[in-house]
């Protein structure tokens, strides 16, 4: 895990398999840059094992976290809460992803609006996103849909992040070191 001495730099994605240890990494960057944490939601609670899986989460990070909820608008909320002296943990982008598909939104035009707008940020910001093309095909076309969006858009940001780790059974691997 990181230490205290080690800094954040603007952005940093990290990428991992469900249940890999990608959201307590990402959590652990950021609580231990000694910046004020923020923690911005994309999930929304549809079903009671949603409801469960977000209040598990709440738990961990306890109360130092802010938590800001924003299904869709994720770069104007990292605009209002990316700033100095804090760090914000976007989790994650998948579910951002799966909510602009329900919504019908043009998913190019959005990754490319997140991505041209991260430069602009005053504070770091650290991803975390599902690799989900690692498996079999989906059998259908929505999840293989789905499939291509997330491993497009997780290349856009990568190609920007300043960092880039990807946690297998909760190990680290570093995909782009920082500078």
Same mark, same amino acid.
């Given at each position: ?26 959590? /652990? ?6 910046? /004020? ?15 469960? @899986? ?11 976290? @802010? ?31 799966? /909510?602009?598909?329900a919504d019908s939104r043009d998913i190019e035009a959005e990754t490319d609006l997140l991505v041209a707008g991260l430069d602009a940020l005053a504070g770091p910001v650290v991803f975390v996103s599902n690799e989900v ?6 059998? /259908? ?15 856009? #940001? ?9 946690? #297998? ?11």
């Amino acid at each position: 895990m990181v230490t205290k001495s080690e800094t954040l730099p603007p952005v940093t994605l990290v990428l991992g398999g469900a249940r890999s240890g990608k959201s307590a990494y990402a959590e /652990n960057l950021i609580e231990t840059s000694g910046l /004020n944490p923020v923690y911005l939601a994309t999930a929304e609670a549809g079903d009671d094992e949603m409801a469960e @899986r977000i209040r598990r989460h709440k738990a961990r990070r306890g109360d130092r976290w @802010r938590t800001v909820e924003e299904a869709l608008s994720i770069l104007p909320a990292l605009q209002r809460h990316a700033a100095p002296g804090s760090a914000v943990l976007v989790d994650c982008l998948t579910i951002w992803l799966a /909510n602009l598909m329900a919504d019908s939104r043009d998913i190019e035009a959005e990754t490319d609006l997140l991505v041209a707008g991260l430069d602009a940020l005053a504070g770091p910001v650290v991803f975390v996103s599902n690799e989900v093309g690692l498996g079999i095909v989906p059998a /259908n076309g929505q999840a293989r849909e789905f499939r291509d969006h997330a491993g497009r858009l997780n290349q856009a #940001v990568a190609a920007v992040a300043d960092r880039a780790v990807m946690l #297998v059974a909760g190990l680290p691997l570093e995909l782009k070191p920082a500078a």
